[in-house]
Each structure stands twice: as structure tokens, then as C-alpha cells.
């Protein structure tokens, strides 16, 4: 039975000062008091009649090609422009503790954005890829671009369509990120897993669960009893196969496990 909260609690502070092997699978949600909106949140501006979950499909791509490849570079801007939390902040401070005492911190993420890393965080799988890279529909080659002048907080009047693949020449540029239906780079699913299973404490945070087959990594956690930690200001699809749900924004919550940590 999940236990919940609304701020750590003596049972999670013993979790938390235990561990030696922690994996942390991160989504939308820790990036959100960056000023990242999540991927349930509603749209603006070229999108606001589209769900971000009409965008993220290769059909959508498909349809309208400028669309789609206007709202991931407007993304990135917006990316660039925002700075890491103090949810970033403390995982990338608890991983660099706990290696310094021979542990790890692994982080797995569902975000395309780079806030971990700028946090001073190594990321162990960006399971959905990255907006930064791009490559050809048609021969998937990477390609290099400069970074999008859009202002990051004033969605465009008008989009732009995806270049050229300056090495085919017949294909045109996608963002390199994991759409729906696509698969996962086998290698960071792999590595998540590796995590997880060797993990001594699973920490789930800011996810809402739905999307596979991210959403179902805790669960080889829960396969091996590994206490289960969820941070989420809301219940999730994952709630129930918690130990702990510990209900609030993930800037608070993880700090305050870091100082446990301690
Ligand atoms: N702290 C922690 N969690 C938060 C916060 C916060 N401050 N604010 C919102 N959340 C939670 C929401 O309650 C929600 O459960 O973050 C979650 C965000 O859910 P989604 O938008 O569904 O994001 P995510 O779970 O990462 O989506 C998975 O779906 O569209 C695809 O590829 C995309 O990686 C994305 C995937």
C-alpha cells in the first residue's frame, strides 16, 4: 500500500541515507519550475489546437512537416533559454556525493532537454533522444544546425519548414527525438534497466506514467522489492506500485531528500 505525503518523511529520510545505488527515472515535470511546459499541458500560439501528443508522431511530421519541425525548434530555443531548478541541482549534487563514496547516481530521463547536464549531472539514457540533434528522414544521417532565433517565451507567427539533408539531398531534417510508436535507443533502455535492477532505491520523478515503454521501468524495481519512491505533485499511473508518493513540486521534495542525504 503507498504511503503519502507532503514532505519527506522519517521512513524516505532512512531510504535516502542508506542508499548506495540510486536510479532515478526523471520526465516532464522536473523540468516544469524551469518554465518547461510538461506534455499535457495545453498549447499556444501555431499549436493551440493541437495536443503536444498530436505533435510528437511521425504522422503529424508527416502531415505538416512545418508544423511539427517549428514547434520542436521553438522547444529548443525555449530550452535554451530557461535555467536548471533546484530539482536538477540536488540530483546532480547527490550523484556526485554518493560517487564520491564509491556509489552511483544514475539518472534515466524521458526529457529531450539538457537540464541535467547543465545542472553539472551525467545523464545514464535520454530514453526519448534530444532536441539538440537532428537527422534525415530518409538516410538518418546527423546534421549539424545552428541554434534556432526564435524568442524561447513568444511562440512564432509563422513556421518554417525543415531543411534540406545537406548529404542525401532528397530527405529533409527531423528533430532526433522518440515519437510515439517509435522505438527507443535499445542501448539507453538497456542501460535503465541494468540501473534499475541494480538500484537499491528507485526515485520516479515528475512523470505522469502513461507513456511506454518508459512508464514500465519501475516495475522491474518493484519485480525485486526495491523500495519505490514517486515525487509528483499529482497521483500518477505509477502510484499505486509505490512505496512512498511524496506529493509536491520536485525543486522542494528533492532537496530536501538531498539534506536527508547528508
Ligand atoms: N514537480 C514534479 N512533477 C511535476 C511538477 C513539478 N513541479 N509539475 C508537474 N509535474 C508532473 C505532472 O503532475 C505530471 O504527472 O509531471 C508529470 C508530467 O507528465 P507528462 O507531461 O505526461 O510528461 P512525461 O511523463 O515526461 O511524458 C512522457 O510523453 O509526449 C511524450 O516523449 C514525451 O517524454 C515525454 C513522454
Same mark, same amino acid.
Given at each position: 500500500?503507498?504511503?503519502?505525503?507532503?514532505?519527506?518523511?522519517?521512513?524516505?529520510?532512512?531510504?535516502?541515507?542508506?542508499?548506495?545505488?540510486?536510479?532515478?527515472?526523471?520526465?516532464?515535470?522536473?523540468?516544469?519550475?524551469?518554465?518547461?511546459?510538461?506534455?499535457?499541458?495545453?498549447?499556444?500560439?501555431?499549436?493551440?489546437?493541437?495536443?503536444?501528443?498530436?505533435?510528437?508522431?511521425?504522422?503529424?511530421?508527416?502531415?505538416?512537416?512545418?508544423?511539427?519541425?517549428?514547434?520542436?525548434?521553438?522547444?529548443?530555443?525555449?530550452?535554451?533559454?530557461?535555467?536548471?531548478?533546484?530539482?536538477?541541482?540536488?540530483?546532480?549534487?547527490?550523484?556526485?556525493?554518493?560517487?564520491?563514496?564509491?556509489?552511483?547516481?544514475?539518472?534515466?530521463?524521458?526529457?529531450?532537454?539538457?537540464?541535467?547536464?547543465?545542472?553539472? !549531472?551525467?545523464? =545514464?539514457?535520454? #530514453?526519448?533522444?534530444?532536441?539538440? *540533434?537532428?537527422?534525415?528522414?530518409?538516410?538518418? $544521417? @546527423?546534421? /549539424?544546425?545552428?541554434?534556432?532565433?526564435?524568442?524561447?517565451?513568444?511562440?512564432?507567427?509563422?513556421?518554417?519548414?525543415?531543411?534540406?539533408?545537406?548529404?542525401?539531398?532528397?530527405?529533409?531534417?527531423?528533430?532526433?527525438?522518440?515519437?510515439?510508436?517509435?522505438?527507443?535507443?535499445?542501448?539507453?533502455?538497456?542501460?535503465?534497466?541494468?540501473?534499475?535492477?541494480?538500484?537499491?532505491?528507485?526515485?520516479?520523478?515528475?512523470?505522469?506514467?502513461?507513456?511506454?515503454? !518508459?512508464?514500465? =521501468?519501475?516495475? #522491474?524495481?518493484?519485480?525485486?522489492? *526495491?523500495?519505490?519512491?514517486?515525487?509528483?505533485? $499529482? @497521483?500518477? /499511473?505509477?502510484?499505486?506500485?509505490?512505496?512512498?508518493?511524496?506529493?509536491?513540486?520536485?525543486?522542494?521534495?528533492?532537496?530536501?531528500?538531498?539534506?536527508?542525504?547528508?
Amino acid at each position: 500500500m503507498v504511503k503519502e505525503s507532503e514532505a519527506i518523511t522519517d521512513d524516505v529520510a532512512e531510504l535516502v541515507t542508506s542508499a548506495h545505488r540510486v536510479a532515478v527515472l526523471t520526465g516532464a515535470g522536473i523540468s516544469a519550475e524551469s518554465g518547461v511546459p510538461t506534455f499535457r499541458e495545453a498549447q499556444t500560439g501555431l499549436w493551440e489546437r493541437f495536443s503536444a501528443e498530436d505533435l510528437a508522431t511521425v504522422e503529424a511530421f508527416e502531415n505538416d512537416p512545418a508544423l511539427v519541425w517549428t514547434w520542436y525548434r521553438w522547444r529548443q530555443s525555449l530550452i535554451q533559454a530557461v535555467e536548471p531548478n533546484p530539482g536538477h541541482a540536488a540530483l546532480a549534487d547527490w550523484q556526485a556525493r554518493l560517487r564520491a563514496r564509491q556509489g552511483e547516481l544514475s539518472i534515466i530521463t524521458q526529457n529531450v532537454d539538457d537540464l541535467h547536464e547543465r545542472a553539472g !549531472a551525467e545523464v =545514464l539514457g535520454h #530514453l526519448h533522444g534530444s532536441i539538440f *540533434t537532428h537527422r534525415c528522414v530518409d538516410c538518418a $544521417e @546527423p546534421a /549539424e544546425l545552428p541554434a534556432p532565433q526564435y524568442n524561447g517565451f513568444e511562440p512564432p507567427a509563422e513556421s518554417e519548414h525543415p531543411p534540406p539533408c545537406a548529404v542525401c539531398g532528397h530527405g529533409v531534417l527531423r528533430p532526433n527525438v522518440v515519437w510515439f510508436a517509435e522505438m527507443l535507443p535499445a542501448e539507453a533502455f538497456e542501460d535503465a534497466s541494468a540501473a534499475i535492477r541494480s538500484a537499491d532505491l528507485v526515485l520516479v520523478v515528475g512523470t505522469s506514467g502513461i507513456v511506454q515503454p !518508459a512508464a514500465s =521501468l519501475p516495475l #522491474l524495481a518493484m519485480e525485486r522489492r *526495491t523500495p519505490l519512491v514517486e515525487v509528483n505533485p $499529482e @497521483p500518477t /499511473e505509477l502510484t499505486e506500485v509505490m512505496d512512498y508518493s511524496l506529493r509536491g513540486p520536485s525543486g522542494t521534495l528533492l532537496a530536501q531528500m538531498v539534506q536527508a542525504s547528508r
